[in-house]
């Protein structure tokens, strides 16, 4: 069963895994998983 805890504990990896993410300048691309986290285009270059 799916606890809470262990959601929490996925999303995190998946947001670790995401900003660690290297991007072209140009990408615009918007996906789910930066609504989920408050990732917007500009943030998601900026963490090269």
């Known amino acids: 069963m799916m606890t809470e805890r262990k959601l929490e504990q996925i999303l995190t990896r998946y947001q670790k895994s995401f900003v660690?993410?290297?991007?072209a300048e140009e990408n615009e691309e918007h996906d789910l998983l930066m609504d989920v986290f408050g990732i917007s285009p500009i943030i998601k270059r900026e963490n090269k």
């Not at 660690?20 to 991007?23: F, P, S």
């Open 20 to 23: 660690a993410k290297v991007y």
